[in-house]
């Protein structure tokens, strides 16, 4: 069969869990302690707690979308490589990226292996990090979403999903990481 689409995979219990759209929701007011959590590190395979980033440096929250291993959502896929390319940018800064998906420790670990990714990428299979901070989901995976956390904990840029700006670019995190003081 030539030109098949290969869907293994796709049609998973979590692609049914986040079906139906809700959209992103998230009102936190800026300035609030971003609600903590504890994910695992596919790259180290352990288990880290937002506060062991926060701790040490402001971090960037990049939620993104990816169905599966082999099925990435077109609006995030070209995000996931632009944050990857500059992660070395937001490190000279003394930020750290923490790239979260929904998908399983398997599948992160082929993502992360054909991406080439470098940044600690986090594992959210049940996706109630993403429910946590109210990203909203549509068509079998959560949406994606960004968040700046200073060092305090505390939540200093939200950037939700639209279909006007599906992420926020790298320019536009490196430059609301500029202008919050005290990170």
Known sequence: MANAVDLTGLFSERFFKNFLPIPAT???????????????????RQWVRLSDYTAVHPVVLAFTR???????????????????????????????????????ALQSQIVIQDLGITMPFLSDPTCQVFRLYEVGQALGAPLPAQFIVDRSGRLRFRHLF??????????????ALDTIDSL
């Open 26 to 44: 998230n009102q936190f007011p800026l300035g609030i302690f971003a609600p903590p959590f504890e994910l695992c590190h596919i790259q180290t």
């Open 66 to 104: 990816i169905f599966t291993e082999r099925h990435y959502c077109p609006l995030c896929y070209p995000h996931i490589k632009a944050m990857n390319q500059a992660y070395e940018q937001f490190r000279q800064r003394g930020v750290e990226v923490l790239m979260i998906s929904s998908t399983d």
């Open 162 to 175: 639209s279909f006007l700006e599906p992420n926020a670019s790298v320019e536009r995190l490196l430059s």
